[in-house]
């Protein structure tokens, strides 16, 4: 399913830096062409039938043909990334070195590992758009082609490629089905689709995918609620848990606070608010180091 990102008129991209618990939902295949930089922690994401584990200092590109599920993340995980319009990729990539960007699935694997010089420096990249994007519109549009450039230029440098592992097809499958629609049957149903025995089902994508089938579900129907109660929508955080799949606010409530460490409040305005992430400098623990805010370091 292709994910309107809600991106403003006039906006050619966003900036956003992530981290685990974010009150945001974390779009999945969109138009806009993506890269990541994790700066701290770890995630799991599925890309094709290959499951990526990125660490802190990977670089990853995202191509609007690819489907990319994120299956799990520790709880320091923090990253930074971008996504950029079609428009903007066809005025800028314009040199031969550069054409894997105008694809739309290319062939070959784009992720890859940083040294900490580089990656800090592109992290202040990420860092000042992301504060000229909240207060000039023209700086930022200005400076997303620079981005866009200098991040294709440290992949490019870089010959720390990081390789992917494959996933069994039914594995994939019953991951799919679930990002696609939590609800998706029990797991003697998801079995039966595969044609698997449910606990030959459970063992394999819990060896796989490092995450177990019912939590993969309740991270998949946290999303959808995320999706739902933070698009700006007059719903109830009770009905967005339930078109989300769960089926009572008390199951919503207990995933909520198990995957967030959260309790369910004032969720719509740090759904929809980039600013409602602190600053990199309140963020402790960053395996990279990040510019301080100007004026205070």
């Known amino acids: 399913m292709i994910e309107d990102l809600g991106l403003r008129p006039g906006i050619d991209g966003r900036v956003v830096r992530h981290a685990a618990g974010d009150l945001r939902p974390r779009t999945h295949r969109h138009t806009e062409l993506e890269v990541n930089l994790v700066v701290r922690g770890t995630a799991s994401y599925l890309l094709g039938e290959r499951r990526h584990e990125l660490t802190a200092g990977t670089l990853t590109w995202l191509f609007p043909g690819q489907e990319h599920v994120l299956v799990d993340e520790s709880a320091d995980h923090a990253l930074w990334w971008a996504v950029f319009r079609p428009s903007l ?7 031969s070195h550069a054409s894997p960007l105008l694809q739309r699935d290319p062939v070959g694997r784009y992720s890859r590992r940083l040294d900490p010089q580089r990656v800090g420096r592109l992290a202040a990249l990420f860092h000042d758009l992301r504060e000229a994007q909240a207060v000039d519109d023209t700086l930022f549009n200005v400076g997303l082609p620079y981005l866009l450039l200098t991040a294709w230029q440290s992949f490019v440098d870089s010959e720390d490629v990081v390789g992917g592992v494959d996933v069994h097809p039914a594995v994939d499958r019953v991951a799919r089905l679930l990002h696609a629609n939590p609800g998706t049957g029990d797991l003697a149903d998801l079995a039966r689709i595969v044609g698997l ?63 967030t460490g959260r309790q369910p409040t004032a969720l719509r305005a740090a759904a929809a608010d980039d600013r409602q992430i602190p600053p990199p400098d309140q963020q402790p623990g960053d395996t990279l180091a990040e510019p301080p805010i100007r004026g205070e370091g």
């Open 89 to 95: 990729v066809a005025r800028t990539a314009t040199s």
């Open 197 to 259: 025995s449910p606990s030959h089902l459970s063992r394999l994508f819990t060896t796989q995918m490092g995450i177990s089938i019912g939590r993969f579900r309740n991270q998949q129907r946290l999303q959808r609620f995320l999706r739902r109660y933070g698009n700006g929508r007059r719903t109830t955080a009770l009905d967005a848990a339930h078109e989300a799949g769960f089926g009572s606010y008390a199951q919503f409530y207990r995933v909520f606070r198990q995957e």
